[in-house]
Structure formats: structure tokens, C-alpha cells
């Protein structure tokens, strides 16, 4: 399942603010329960030589589900023309508290219970003097590259995956059940 949040823009800007709805994802339809035991966690190395944690089993780690989307949202986005994105700690930490609490409740939403909206979560983890903002949300899909597919085939998901005016990204992932709860939170300062 995926869903997508408008941008959010400050008074005056001329992009309007784009309508939300729920989008059933096609994996969600064929849902299939997927229980990874957890085992010692071996390192890899990125394409750009960083250290990623993935466990011997195969289960995904969320920092590697993490560091797999940054970087297919970053190819897609450098064949489209637009400038990669950098990976902002605040938006990180938005990300991730968001993805933990959809984790905890079992509940996929913008704002949950006793949460603030995006713009309220993002300057809470400091992320300040921002233009604009948006948020892509997924939850079941086994793998990264699932999650990346699902977005890539919603208008809306699409739109914030190939808008050339965001510059910073946060992905914050959580597995519970064996399943992700993603949260990718994109932004550009003043």
C-alpha cells in the first residue's frame, strides 16, 4: 500500500497544492504474509563504497532497504535530468520517527494520533527555512526495489519521485512482522 501527501508550499509560492488520496498498491492485492528471521548482520558495500548491514539470511536491514531507495530515487532522478538529492539528517530523523509510529500503531497515515502534520514533524526534527515540502509513504512490499516500483507506477508518488525543484530527501524505515512501514520525506530550503 502506498500514499502520498501533497506538497506543502509556503504562502506565495505559485505551485499549488496537490489533492491527497489512498492508493491501493498491486502487491497489497496479491498480499502474501512474509516473516524474515532475523540472523547476524554481514556488511556490503554500496555502489558509492559506503558500508550497508545486511543480515545472512537475506532480510533486509532497514538502513539497506533505506540506502536502496536513496539510491534508485537518485539514478531515476539524474536520467530525468534533475539534480540528485542529498540526504538531510533532520528529513532523516522525520523519516524515521514517522515510520517508527506507523510501525507501532499498524496504521499508514500522514498524521497519526498525537502527531503533528508533515510540515510540524519535518521542523520538529529541524528541518527549517523550508520552501517545500513532500512525503511518499509504502508499507508491505518485501523490497526496496517493490517500493520504488509501486511509486514509480502512482502519478502522484512520481511527481515527488521527478520534482526537479526538491533538493533534500529522508527515508526512515521499520520493519514490524517481517513488513516495511517506509516514509521518504522530501524537501528544499529557502
Partial sequence: MNFTEPVASRPGDRHSVRVTRWLWSASLL?????FLIPAAPVQASSENGAAVTRSTTGALTAEYFASRLFARTNYRRVARGCRPLRLDPALVLAAQRHSDLMSYTADLSHRLAGEGDLVARDVAAGYTHWRILAE??????ATPRAVFHDWVQSPEHRANLDNCRLRDVGFGVAFSGGRPWVTADFGRHL
Fill in 30 to 34: 496479491g498480499l502474501v504474509a512474509i
Fill in 136 to 141: 511518499n509513504l509504502a508499507w508491505g512490499q
